[in-house]
């Protein structure tokens, strides 16, 4: 089992910035992914972005140049910075972790392929 707990999700106005942070517990060393993915009101989980053990990352091309994922093992968290934040990044952001099938790179952002999940923290981006 592992453990995922965000932190860091906020309400700033549009062009701001947030942190968010993943801190992960448990079993770490049976998932080679960790990813953000978040889901507007309505609207499907999306992938924002991932990254691999072997330091592989993966972003959505809508937050490309403008999010950073990171990761620093020795905390087992990892970390989004969010960048020009627009109204339509707001929404809930998860972290998931697991070790999606096949390629990585395919599969890097498909929520079916993360089994743990945390609860969510809430960004919000007003106009």
């Known amino acids: 089992q592992v453990q995922l707990v965000e932190s860091g999700g906020d309400s700033v106005q549009a062009g701001g910035s947030l942190r968010l942070s993943c801190a992960a517990s448990?079993?770490?060393?049976?998932?080679?992914?960790l990813g953000w993915f978040r889901q507007a009101p309505g609207k499907e989980r999306e992938g924002v972005a991932a990254?691999?053990?072997?330091?592989?990352?993966r972003y959505v091309e809508s937050v490309e140049g403008r999010f950073t994922i990171s990761r620093d093992n020795a905390k087992n968290t990892v970390y989004l910075q969010m960048n020009n934040l627009q109204p339509e990044d707001a929404g809930m952001y998860f972290c998931?972790?697991?070790?999606?099938?096949?390629?990585?790179?395919?599969?890097?952002?498909?929520?079916?392929?993360?089994?743990?999940w945390g609860q969510g923290t809430q960004v919000t981006v007003s106009s």
């Open positions: 998931a972790a697991g070790c999606p099938s096949g390629s990585w790179w395919i599969g890097a952002l498909a929520a079916g392929n993360y089994r743990y």
């Open positions: 448990g079993y770490i060393s049976s998932v080679c992914s």
């Open positions: 990254v691999h053990n072997a330091g592989y990352i």
